[in-house]
């Protein structure tokens, strides 16, 4: 495991004794998830899907591939998804690029596509906005994690999700154009980090 060093530095920081202990029962049916695919040696598809795959979805999808490796939890697999397709914030991508990410505009236009690395020799993460149920993402066999309560609400039934598992996070565009928002989306990038660093911390492999 190589990460970029700034990841690490990062990953260093997470601290979860700020994870409360509700929150920690939400988390918990995607530990469970996880540990049952690593348990049985099968592939572990995580698909996290928000109203409009913009902003959460890809921090969570992205966090999660990386902090998989940083546990050596082999075979996962992350996605992401929306009710609708949009774009990737670029806000999203930029913090995740103050964060040590490397990321590179693969094509550009209304909805824009990224390579996301953390690890020099690892495959990068591929970001763009797009429906939950898009090519891209897995048919069968994955945990649907919806990162926003309106697709929570909107979507009641996910085709081929093995299991659902609502984990919600409050929106930063409510500090899109304001002073705040940097500080903002880093403040939801690292939450979100330190709950999936929890997660995979929880794994025996």
Request: net charge neutral.
């Amino acid at each position: 495991m190589s990460l970029f060093t700034k990841i690490n530095q990062t990953i260093s920081t997470l601290n979860v004794e700020t994870i409360s202990a509700s929150r920690k029962e939400t988390l918990k049916p995607l530990i469970d998830f996880v540990q049952v695919k690593v348990n049985a040696n099968e592939e572990i598809r995580l698909n996290f899907i928000c109203t409009h795959n913009s902003r959460r979805s890809h921090l969570s999808q992205v966090w999660a591939q990386t902090l998989a490796h940083h546990f050596n939890i082999k075979q996962v697999f992350s996605y992401s998804g929306g009710t609708e397709a949009t774009a990737l914030f670029p806000m999203a991508a930029e913090t995740l690029k103050n964060t040590g990410f490397q990321i590179e505009t693969l094509s550009k236009g209304d909805n824009p596509v990224y390579s996301v690395k953390y690890d020099a020799n690892q495959h990068p993460i591929i970001c763009f906005s797009k429906k939950l149920d898009a090519a891209f993402n897995p048919k069968s066999a994955f945990a649907a994690i919806m990162t926003c309560s309106s697709a929570d609400g909107a979507c009641p039934f996910i085709e081929g999700a093995e299991k659902r598992i609502p984990i919600t996070f409050e929106d930063p565009k409510a500090f899109d154009n304001t002073p705040q928002q940097a500080e903002k989306y880093m403040e939801r990038s690292l939450q979100i980090a330190t709950e999936l660093f929890y997660v995979f911390s929880q794994i025996q492999a």
